[in-house]
């Protein structure tokens, strides 16, 4: 039962440490204006989605 409880704080430090990582990244971009607006991230999703469907349905 000890080992289990030992891993199960290490897969916790280990997805902690992942999330930290992550944050730190989108905080890093936020702050030096790397960021896209919502809706032109939408569009430019929606047309590469558009694109992919079109692509898939020809062949």
């Given at each position: 039962?000890?080992?289990?409880?030992?891993?199960?704080?290490?897969?916790?430090?280990?997805?902690?440490?992942?999330?930290?990582?992550?944050?730190?990244?989108?905080?890093?971009?936020?702050?030096?204006?790397?960021?896209?607006?919502?809706?032109?991230?939408?569009k430019?999703?929606?047309?590469?989605?558009?694109?992919?469907?079109?692509?898939?349905?020809r062949?």
């Amino acid at each position: 039962m000890i080992g289990g409880i030992a891993m199960k704080a290490t897969i916790s430090d280990i997805e902690n440490t992942k999330l930290s990582k992550e944050l730190d990244k989108g905080i890093d971009d936020m702050e030096n204006g790397r960021v896209t607006a919502h809706e032109e991230t939408m569009k430019v999703l929606m047309q590469q989605y558009n694109d992919y469907v079109l692509q898939d349905s020809r062949n």
